[in-house]
């Protein structure tokens, strides 16, 4: 009998060792900066980026976000929506080393940088952060948005790390949109797209519809767990069974 009890306080321990890194692994994934769409078609026109910032810290807020735009591969007629839940939007246009020609004449500027104040991201929310834009680039499979989060008590955290070929996730990775060949399949964005009735920013729980989605994943992976540990069970006590 002594065999089978320690058998069991053994798989016990293992379930709850697998059950809570599942839980830590989602919880660090569900705090990374992100845009959405994830994915445009390139060279898509009149869209809306949003950038969804969570917070991270149980015991500060989150009261600046910078996101830097590419210059190489710019996004062209980019346009923020006037204050919104106290956050005021600042936009930094730089001189571009290669102008774009487009069917209204050749852009030589772009934004580069776009910086959100005034406002505050409490703990177990997030700020969703609505761009819109004239036109994305046709020549580039993928634009990099690095972002910079700083909470209220002066710290301040970079995603700006790019994920390497063949390599896993970086730690602060930076927000990353696909751009798919028009008309490819695969679920790509329209090539063109209204803006929302209020694109600006909003403030959400964190239990938003993302949020369900990674739950119920969560779930079904301590459910999987669960099993095993039942079945082990099993296994354990039959032999019991049988020894006695």
């Known amino acids: 009998m002594s065999t089978a009890r320690t058998a069991l306080r053994r798989v016990g321990v293992v379930t ?21 769409p994830e994915s445009y078609a390139k060279g898509a026109t009149d ?70 104040t005034g406002g505050k991201i409490g ?15 046709d020549n580039t499979d993928q634009l990099t948005f690095k972002t910079l989060q700083t909470y209220s008590d002066g710290k301040t955290v970079r995603w700006i790390e790019e994920a390497q070929s063949g390599g896993g996730e970086p730690e602060n990775p930076a927000p990353v949109l696909k751009l798919t060949a028009k008309g490819a399949e695969g ?34 992976l301590i459910v999987g767990v669960l099993g095993l540990a039942a079945a082990a069970f099993a296994l354990v006590r039959g032999r019991s069974n049988k020894a006695e």
Not at 90 to 109: A, E, R, S, Y
Not at 123 to 137: E, I, K, T
Not at 189 to 211: I, L, V
Request: aromatic share 4%.
């Open 123 to 137: 703990a177990g929310q997030y700020q969703d952060f609505n761009v819109a834009f004239g036109q994305l680039p």
């Open 187 to 220: 679920g790509s964005a329209p090539t063109s797209a209204a803006a929302p009735e209020n694109a600006g920013s909003s403030t959400s729980s964190a239990s938003g519809s993302d949020s369900t989605a990674r739950g119920l994943g969560v779930a079904g």
């Open 16 to 36: 709850a060792l697998s059950a809570a890194g599942v839980l830590t692994a989602a919880a660090s994934a569900s705090a990374h900066v992100t845009v959405h």
């Open 47 to 116: 869209g809306v980026l949003t950038f969804r910032v969570p917070n991270e810290e149980d015991t500060a807020t989150t009261t600046k976000v910078q996101v830097f735009l590419p210059t190489d591969h710019p996004v062209l007629g980019v346009l923020v929506s006037p204050p919104q839940d106290g956050w005021t939007a600042k936009v930094t246009n730089t001189k571009l080393k290669t102008p774009v020609k487009t069917d209204d004449g050749t852009i030589t500027d772009a934004v580069s940088e776009i910086t959100w």
